[in-house]
């Protein structure tokens, strides 16, 4: 039961007219919209890359507002300063809990 409702291998379903086509069509045969993920347009010889696109730097984004490591925030006017200074290259207030004068 319920194989016979099973896709083909590779079929997909169009998202415009939700037809379902079969794998090796590039286009719906219904409305002829592109098939989700298939590499239209400059075709530049693309080497089979096909199979559900994955390989998206979706996540990760965080990364990039990541403080580098011993930077840290002015407490007068919030810039952010690197380990090595000892104080604000701002305000010039110095680091907070930095040995100024041992
Ligand atoms: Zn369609
Ligand atoms: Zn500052």
């Known amino acids: 039961f319920g194989d016979k409702f099973k896709k083909p291998e590779g079929s997909w379903e169009c998202d415009i007219c939700l037809v379902q ?5 590039t286009k719906c045969v219904a409305c002829m919209s592109a098939k989700p993920g298939a590499s239209a347009g400059t075709s ?3 080497s089979a890359e096909s199979s559900s696109a994955s390989t998206a730097p979706v996540f990760g984004l965080g990364d990039k507002f ?3 490591e011993g930077a840290w925030d002015c407490d007068v006017c919030l810039v952010q300063n690197k380990a090595a200074d000892v104080q604000c290259v701002a305000c010039q207030t110095a680091k907070p809990g930095a040995n100024v004068e041992p």
């Open 66 to 68: 990541k403080k580098p």
């Open 21 to 25: 086509n079969k794998a090796e069509d």
């Open 44 to 46: 530049s010889g693309a």
